[in-house]
């Protein structure tokens, strides 16, 4: 069997960051940041928690290339959704066609 | 056929080896690949409730921070906690079908389940106090339409609506309709999770998985995480978008 084994000691230790990061975000949540950084830092921790869940206890890590490409394609195309979609979206007031 | 059943297989036959498979491993990767193909369109399905919630949140961030305000940050926090950890305990499942461990691979499993359901609990109690709290959107719940009550400027009873400025109840019902399409979603997710789970016990008391046999385990455990990534966005963009205007 050519298949890697993920020690224990590494799923222990993104338990523990995904907890932290849990409680991190909680915390950020309540401090008046300027601008959208509220929102920018609870993305930020977000991402970084679904990564290493990702990474990890999914594995992907340890995977085969085409696995790498199915979740690259996958976030691709989620791209392509929301880039369409707010293209339209805010730029609707950029132009008035008269009525 | 006949002559078949009689001969031995030509590989070194693991019993759940299919035949148009050369071997295990061939088999195991097939699996994997076929689910996160799953994922994908999983990923695409919730995506475009992503975006919805995105738009929506552009158009009325006022209503929006005040509707999120409304949700029970602590439940919301437990329950997260306890789907990481379940995550955790799916991990380590699949870690002791990999390594022959069988009663710790139940155990996890079972501890998987136990987490599922009261992640579901919790949620239950939460849509419990939206419903009483007249939130549901819509006239589809009879006998207690869409109608909270809005906090007057001083009044801090929890069960009352408190409005940011700009927003209004009409915009604040927008977001719990997207508040229970997302969470409502990801709780079905949980409960097929749950069947899952049901059966992974039930098939590992009876001995089926092993080293060298391990694919339900395994992307079941896939779709698991998912379903924990899933909610990973969820608490942030839901319950905590407002918190820092509260006390404004």
Not at chain 2, 10 to 26: K, R
Not at chain 2, 184 to 206: C, D, E, Q, R, W
Request: charged residues 10%; contains cysteine; negative net charge.
């Amino acid at each position: 069997m050519s298949e890697h084994i993920v020690p224990v000691r590494i799923y222990v230790t993104i338990f523990l960051v995904l907890l932290i990061g849990t409680l991190l975000t909680v915390w950020a949540a309540f401090q008046d940041f300027p601008w959208q950084l509220n929102t920018i830092v609870a993305l930020t921790i977000a991402i970084t928690k679904a990564t290493f869940v990702v990474l990890y206890f999914m594995h992907v890590r340890y995977s085969t290339r085409l696995i790498w490409v199915i979740l690259a394609a996958a976030l691709f195309w989620m791209g392509i959704l929301f880039a369409l979609t707010f293209s339209d979206y805010w730029t609707r007031d950029w132009i008035s066609i008269g009525y | 056929m006949a002559s078949h059943a009689t001969t031995a297989p030509e590989t070194h036959g693991h019993p759940a080896l299919q035949h148009h498979f050369e071997n295990m491993e061939q088999q195991r990767e097939a699996g994997t690949l076929g689910m996160w193909v799953f994922l994908v369109t999983e990923i695409m399905f919730f995506g475009g409730m992503f975006l919805a919630y995105t738009l929506y949140r552009s158009m009325y961030p006022a209503a929006f921070a005040s509707a999120s305000n409304h949700l029970d940050i602590t439940l919301g926090t437990v329950n997260t906690i306890v789907l990481i950890f379940s995550s955790f305990t799916m991990a380590m499942a699949v870690y002791f079908t990999q390594t022959g461990k069988h009663r710790p691979q139940v155990l996890c499993l079972i501890m998987t389940l136990v987490l599922g359901l009261t992640f579901l609990g919790i949620k239950a109690k939460e849509y419990s106090d939206k419903y009483h709290d007249h939130l549901i959107p819509g006239r589809l719940i009879p006998g207690n339409p869409y109608n909270p009550v809005v906090a007057e400027h001083g009044d801090t009873d929890p069960h009352k609506l408190h409005l940011l400025e700009g927003a209004t109840k009409e915009k604040v019902e927008m977001f719990y309709w997207i508040y229970f399409a997302m969470t409502g979603m990801h709780a079905l997710h949980m409960i097929i999770g749950a069947g899952l789970l049901t059966y992974l016990i039930i098939f590992s008391l009876k001995l089926r998985f092993d080293p060298e046999y391990h694919s339900p385990v395994e992307v079941i455990g896939l779709y698991w995480h998912f379903v924990d990534i899933v909610w990973i966005f969820l608490f942030p963009l839901l319950y905590l978008l407002g918190r820092h205007l509260e006390h404004g």
